[in-house]
């Protein structure tokens, strides 16, 4: 099975898809996690991983273990955004979603990052895949483990 269409590690094969309340609900959690990171609400955003959650990039040499280092990577790149000038925005699209032996989902969506420079025109920043392991704690959708491929960097 290639790099892109493996599910994350550690997850189940999908045994069956989600029915739509269930698909509904993760959509709107992918909606309020994305509206969170693109307005700066890093620990907003960080709450939405699970205490060891973890977040691997195949841009990043290392994967961020735990929400502490998730939110502290989040604040670093919030940071050189607003040096920067620019706004980003993460549109989550094509989301399929299965329900696992294990009671996890494994969720896969597209993602395009938008970048707009200040008084700028707006621009595809990148193209990635995001494969996540989410699980529920205290009623609410969690990310156990987040994978993002970038597409320039296969």
């Not at 709450?47 to 040499?61: K, R």
């Not at 790149?77 to 989902?105: C, F, N, V």
């Not at 700028?120 to 994978?147: I, K, N, P, W």
Request: charged fraction near 25%.
């Amino acid at each position: 099975m290639s790099p892109s269409k493996r599910p994350p590690s550690g997850s189940a094969s999908p045994v069956l898809p989600v029915d739509d309340a269930l698909y509904q609900e993760i959509q709107h959690f992918y909606a309020r996690q994305m509206r969170f990171l693109d307005q700066g609400m890093v620990e907003e955003w960080a709450a939405t991983f699970t205490e060891d959650g973890v977040f691997t990039a195949n841009a990043h040499p290392e994967p961020s273990v735990g929400r502490a280092a998730i939110a502290g990577g989040a604040r670093k790149a919030a940071s050189q955004l607003a040096e920067q000038g620019l706004q980003r925005r993460h549109w989550l699209g094509m989301l399929e979603a299965d329900k696992q032996a294990d009671g996890t989902i494994h969720a896969r969506t597209y993602a395009l990052i938008l970048s707009t420079p200040r008084d700028g025109q707006a621009s595809v920043h990148l193209s990635t895949t995001c494969d996540d392991v989410l699980v529920r704690e205290e009623g609410r959708l969690r990310v156990r483990r987040r994978e993002v491929r970038r597409d320039d960097l296969r």
